[in-house]
């Protein structure tokens, strides 16, 4: 019994080695290639941190499905989404960042490691971690939009609007996201309709005067979406106006398709074991800091900031991680 018991030791000391043996060793892990990412790529490159960047389902992240970005300092003409992304991946690997396609699937920071698995199976063992992951589109958990994605029903009116040119679609949302994309639409639309749960939209003065001042965006103040109909492509929407009032009632729309703006969740699921996050999934950072409640994991951009949520923003985030890290590790040395 004892002897068996020491070959099974045998055993697993020869597969722990053999694991070992394939763990790659890195001193800085980017997760995620928004803007956030690689602006830390760039900083911790420039302080031979040797970052390796790990890109995600989106590289680029959202900006990749957004028109123009006018108010990103230093474009005096503005710049496309996706134009700009690719400018940031260059900058990147132009000092050296290591940037590979792959998806984290799962990661343990316990008892101090930060080891992190790439699509399952290459796992990292890095010295230093920061998590730029981003946000993801928020949809309204009904029955029949799953039944529609991809088929009338998206959550990028910058990717999916070209198939709805000269036809009638609607937008759900009262933030800027929602107008934004209502006035995008109505460029090349026949009619948007902009689906607005309460009185009033949310949205910035600036953007609320854009859909005011557009004819063919109609708002529907305090309407509720409660399915959206079809067969095997979307034709409506039925909506509940004033709901949960004497005179509620129901409505119905003809639409071709149908377009989520209702905020995002941030991308920290792999990380909630271990990293502190809010009630909502943002992760929780020392203020004034990117550094989260693990040492040597860092946090920047969308996925920790329920507040600015803009490019630049995230972009200066990521910077801080970067510096962040920079001093961890110096102060390992
Ligand atoms: P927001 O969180 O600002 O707005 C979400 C909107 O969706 C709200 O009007 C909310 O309604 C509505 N909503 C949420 N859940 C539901 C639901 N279940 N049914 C119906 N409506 C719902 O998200 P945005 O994506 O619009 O904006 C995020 C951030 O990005 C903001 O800070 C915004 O300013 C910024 N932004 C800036 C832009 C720019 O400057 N060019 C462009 C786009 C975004 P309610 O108001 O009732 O809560």
């Given at each position: 019994m004892e002897l068996f018991k020491t070959m099974g030791n045998i055993d697993d000391n020869n597969h722990q080695d053999k694991l070992d043996e394939n763990v790659e060793k890195v001193k800085c892990l980017i997760i995620g290639s928004g803007p956030a990412g690689y602006t830390a790529a760039i900083y911790a490159a420039r302080a031979n941190l040797s970052p390796v960047l790990i890109q995600g389902?989106?590289?680029?992240?959202?900006?990749?499905?957004?028109?123009?970005?006018?108010?990103?300092?230093?474009y005096p003409e503005g710049i496309s989404g996706p134009e700009m992304m690719e400018d940031l991946r260059k900058q990147a690997e132009r000092f050296g960042t290591d940037i590979r396609w792959g998806m984290v699937t799962s990661v343990d920071f316990s008892n101090n490691k930060r080891k992190v698995i790439v699509d399952n199976k290459n796992q990292i063992e890095a010295e230093s971690v920061i998590i730029s992951t981003g946000a993801d589109a928020r949809y309204l958990g009904i029955e029949s939009e799953e039944k529609f994605k991809g088929s009338g029903v998206s959550a990028c009116a910058t990717c999916d609007?070209?198939?709805?040119?000269g036809k009638n679609v609607a937008v759900v949302g009262g933030g800027d996201t929602a107008c934004e994309e209502s006035v995008y639409l109505a460029g090349m639309c026949k009619k948007v309709y902009l689906i607005v749960r309460k009185n009033y939209l949310r949205a910035s003065k600036a953007m609320q005067e854009k859909v005011a001042n557009t004819p063919n965006i109609e708002t529907l103040f305090e309407h509720n979406t409660k399915e959206v109909t079809g067969d095997k492509v979307v034709t409506g929407l039925t909506l509940i106006k004033r709901k949960g009032e004497k005179d509620e009632q129901e409505v119905k729309i003809n639409i071709d398709g149908f377009f989520l703006a209702i905020g995002h969740v941030p991308n920290s699921k792999f990380f909630k074991p271990y990293i502190d996050t809010d009630e909502v999934g943002y992760i929780k950072t020392i203020p004034g800091t990117t550094?989260?409640?693990?040492?040597g994991v860092f946090a920047a951009g969308?996925?920790?900031?329920?507040?600015y949520r803009q490019a630049i923003t995230s972009a200066g985030s990521g910077c801080m991680a970067a510096i962040d890290a920079e001093r961890y590790l110096s102060s390992k040395s």
């Open positions: 389902l989106q590289p680029g992240g959202q900006l990749t499905t957004t028109t123009d970005v006018d108010n990103f300092p230093g609007g070209f198939f709805y040119k550094k989260t409640n693990v040492e969308d996925v920790q900031d329920p507040h």
